[in-house]
């Protein structure tokens, strides 16, 4: 039984193109997250939602933009691809409101979104 | 300004041997302090957590510490397998909704 899973795996695409990652959970977190890892494996946040608000937005380019149909997924929509985009997103969930950290942090196995 | 440290970027060990990894953090308010292993192509997962109060926990071969006055946790793996080769994140929990990651430290363990 997969915790959280993340679709595609791999996402290879051009410049300028539009795409879409999905995530869903089943532990019945009320909080999802997206990060970024990128090629030094730093992982940044981007965006929190808790049951369907969000909560965290980073400093991310507005071409990102998460949506949250319920609070079992939370999905990642990125217009207008650049090179920088390219790095691995993951979706992860966790029980309790953003950044306490009491409860661990449930990652997806992550999306490597290539931008050539 | 809220910061994690880790050291060293990177190590390489034979199997069976013992190493330590070091997470130095400069975040106030602290809460907590979360050790993940994230393996290739993986995402992250939790091996251990050591709030303010705990000095030493232990994870089958993982053992943890935390010194709150020094601001610094270590991960101490003995008798190394070759299925510990990953990379190792300390995440600090300081408040303000926010956690605080590390860079990490790739392990790799060859035999």
């Known amino acids: 039984d997969t915790a959280v899973s993340q679709t595609p795996k791999y996402l290879v695409t051009q410049m300028g193109n539009d795409k879409s990652i999905k995530c869903e959970q089943n532990?019945?977190?009320?909080?999802m997250y997206w990060y970024k890892q990128d090629s030094k494996k730093f992982l940044k946040i981007m965006f929190s939602?808790?049951?369907?608000?969000?909560?965290i937005n980073e400093t991310v380019p507005n071409r990102f933009s998460p949506k949250s149909p319920d609070k079992a997924h939370l999905n990642l929509h990125i217009n207008s691809l650049e090179l920088g985009d390219s790095a691995v997103y993951f979706c992860?969930?966790?029980?309790?409101?953003?950044?306490?950290?009491?409860?661990?942090?449930?990652f997806g196995n992550g999306t490597r979104l290539t931008v050539t | 300004k809220n910061q994690v440290e880790q050291s060293p970027q990177s190590l390489i060990i034979l199997e069976g041997k013992n190493c330590t990894l070091q997470?130095?953090?400069?975040?106030?308010?602290?809460?907590?302090l979360r050790w993940y292993k994230q393996d290739t192509g993986r995402g992250p997962v939790s091996l251990t957590i050591?709030?303010?109060?705990?000095n030493t926990k232990s994870n089958g071969r993982y053992t943890a510490t935390l010194d709150a006055d020094t601001k610094q946790s270590s991960l101490h793996i003995t008798a190394s397998q070759l299925s510990d080769s990953a990379s190792y994140i300390c995440?600090?929990?300081?408040?303000?909704?926010?956690?605080?990651f590390g860079a990490g430290t790739r392990l790799a363990v060859h035999p």
């Open positions: 992860a969930s966790s029980q309790e409101s953003p950044g306490a950290g009491w409860s661990p942090l449930h």
């Open positions: 995440v600090c929990s300081g408040g303000y909704n926010k956690l605080i």
């Open positions: 939602y808790n049951n369907k608000e969000l909560i």
């Open positions: 532990l019945g977190h009320d909080t």
């Open positions: 997470c130095n953090y400069t975040v106030s308010p602290f809460s907590n």
């Open positions: 050591m709030t303010f109060s705990e």
